[in-house]
């Protein structure tokens, strides 16, 4: 395989980091310093660490990627360094569902406060998303390994 020809992904990964980099470091630091309703602050804080402490296995996910890019390019894609990625990118998307799980009862709270039931869906929308990934890179970590496994019997065999 061509060297380059997953430029185009990796430049999306790279794309998908650049603005949860920007609202890390300037939104959520905004949204600390100027609550909606400063009644009800204090419930925001827990939300706002969960959402900062959600940004690491992201960021693991998405090096996770980009390395997995860069074993295709070198046609290192049937490998046990491919699967081991895919078990790394399943497990951040894993602790990314957790930690949002965590923050969905004080998100509940917030939708009391604010009588917004819908702000609960939005809540779910990144717990739902995640699972999604990780039972995606756990199926693809699954068939990649059968297959390493059948090119091994093969190379044993010829």
């Known amino acids: 395989m061509k060297r380059g020809s997953t430029l185009f992904l990796k430049m999306a990964v790279i794309i ?16 600390i310093r100027n ?17 900062y402490l959600a940004v690491i ?3 693991g996910a998405l090096v996770q990627a980009f390395k997995l890019l ?4 070198r046609n290192e894609a049937f490998s046990e360094l491919s699967v081991k990625a895919l078990k790394n990118i399943k497990m951040c998307a894993l602790i990314f569902s957790g930690l949002f799980v965590a923050i969905l009862p004080f998100v509940y709270v917030v939708a009391e406060l604010d009588d917004a039931p819908g702000l609960i869906i939005i809540g779910m929308v990144p717990v739902f998303a995640s699972l999604v990934i990780a039972v995606f890179a756990a199926v693809l970590q699954r068939l990649l390994q059968e ?9 044993l065999t010829v």
């Open 16 to 31: 998908m980091g650049i603005p949860v980099l920007a609202i890390g470091i300037f939104g959520l630091y905004w949204l």
């Open 147 to 155: 297959a390493i496994n059948i090119k091994s019997e093969n190379d």
């Open 70 to 73: 860069s074993y295709i390019d």
């Open 57 to 59: 296995p992201f960021f």
């Open 35 to 51: 609550p909606a309703n400063p009644d009800y602050a204090h419930i925001l804080y827990p939300i706002v660490i969960g959402m």
